[in-house]
């Protein structure tokens, strides 16, 4: 209740030099208290005066501050919700975008598979002339297998002890025979191909066999034949190849004037 009339008034005395606590105890111990009391009054108001707007101010303020905290935990709570559906949204995107993906890598997995499927239809393509020339060829094997075969194994039973010269003569003798009793066989039939593959008589020819058509022959009668092959082998072309060739299966060798054989004569 203190205004500052009252302060204004007051002031006279407050400037004087015996308005304090200590000459007001000297005059009157009661009247001392009121004397620094009124003192603290005046100074309070002078400091009130300044800290009321202050106060007034702080209470504006708070009042907004409480105001735009209720729009911030409004604006939140609406930032939380939006932030839940862009989420959901976004986990949604993911999931499409991944599905995207795999239908891309997918299709050109498929892409792929056109590619080389479409490449080798068009290579099948181009060999289907030449499958059918062969399932021709296959089929006229078949029909001719049975002389085939026994074209071969007459030269493995009956050639061995001729010459190239009367091998020949033997074939064509048999094929007569084979014609006046209808059995077909290949007109161009080559024995030794039928009997030995060309991987077999190039590790032949590197084991020290020659490589004319007699003495790839003498090697097919030598490894097909069924019996025990007997070799006139002036040259030792013969016993060079069957050394190097049985090298590995742990091949003895031998003669009749070895002293095994001169013990039971």
């Not at 003498?218 to 016993?239: C, E, F, H, M, W």
Request: proline letters at 3%; glycine letters at 6%.
């Amino acid at each position: 209740s203190i205004t500052g009339e009252t302060v204004e008034l007051l002031e006279p005395y407050l400037d004087m030099e015996d308005y304090n606590l200590e000459t007001a105890k000297k005059v009157c111990g009661n009247v001392a208290g009121l004397c620094s009391w009124t003192q603290a009054m005046a100074y309070f108001y002078g400091i009130n005066k300044e800290v009321l707007p202050l106060k007034a101010n702080l209470a504006l303020q708070e009042g907004r501050l409480a105001a735009a905290q209720m729009e911030l935990n409004s604006a939140q709570v609406q930032l939380d919700e939006k932030q839940r559906e862009l989420d959901e949204v976004q986990a949604m995107y993911d999931a499409a975008m991944k599905e995207k993906q795999a239908l891309l890598d997918d299709a050109e997995v498929c892409r792929r598979k056109m590619n080389n499927a479409t490449a080798l239809i068009e290579g099948l393509g181009g060999e289907k002339l030449r499958w059918t020339a062969s399932s021709k060829n296959f089929q006229n094997q078949i029909i001719n297998l049975v002389g085939n075969v026994l074209l071969a194994t007459g030269f493995l039973s009956y050639s061995g002890p001729f010459n190239q010269e009367y091998r020949n003569l033997l074939l064509q003798l048999w094929k007569k025979e084979m014609n006046n009793s209808k059995i077909p066989y290949s007109k161009n039939l080559n024995l030794t191909g039928m009997l030995v593959d060309n991987a077999t008589v190039g590790e032949w020819n590197l084991q020290g066999l020659p490589n004319d058509d007699l003495s790839i022959q003498n090697g097919i009668i030598v490894t097909k034949a069924s019996r025990y092959p007997l070799l006139i082998d002036p040259q030792g072309q013969g016993k060079i190849w069957i050394k190097n060739k049985e090298k590995n299966n742990g091949l003895q060798v031998t003669a009749l004037n070895h002293k095994f054989f001169r013990s039971h004569i």
